[in-house]
């Protein structure tokens, strides 16, 4: 989910911008940002997200993984990737 104001924001479960980005350790102090779909419903700075997506894909081009055969490992969701 995209957040982008203080009503996404609450609806996220995040208490305060001092909180800190999981990925870059770095507080959640402006919007834009992503609450992922995983079981923690984790917050990330947008530059984050597509920094972890692109990493994620990496490893999987890196194993000669197919693009339509990810590794359940990956995602805690698997269901929930949706690819052409």
Known sequence: MLI???AHFALAGVASLEERCTYCTKPLAAYPLVLSDDTNQTVYHITCAIQLASDLLA???RSSVRLNHFPR????RPSTLHLP
């Open 4 to 6: 982008v104001n203080d």
């Open 59 to 61: 490893v999987c081009l």
């Open 73 to 76: 490992c990956l995602f805690s």
